[in-house]
């Protein structure tokens, strides 16, 4: 399992999604997440594999 944990906020936040889906999914609400809670999101190892190289350049906008 692949995790991502970001934010500082007062609360943990747990992002779950579907089988069929990965943590990508969870993108478009991802920055405004981390600036309230520290939030959780993770991928199986096969997910992860798929989507590595949008992470890699993703990380660079998500930093605050």
Do not use: N, Q
């Amino acid at each position: 399992i692949w995790t991502e944990t970001f934010g500082s906020g007062p609360r943990a936040l747990l992002l779950l999604h579907e089988g069929v889906l990965h943590s990508a999914a969870f993108d478009g609400v991802w920055p405004e997440l981390c600036k309230r809670y520290r939030v959780i999101r993770f991928d199986r190892r096969s997910r992860w594999k798929v989507i590595a190289k949008r992470w890699a350049s993703s990380r660079r906008r998500w930093s605050m």
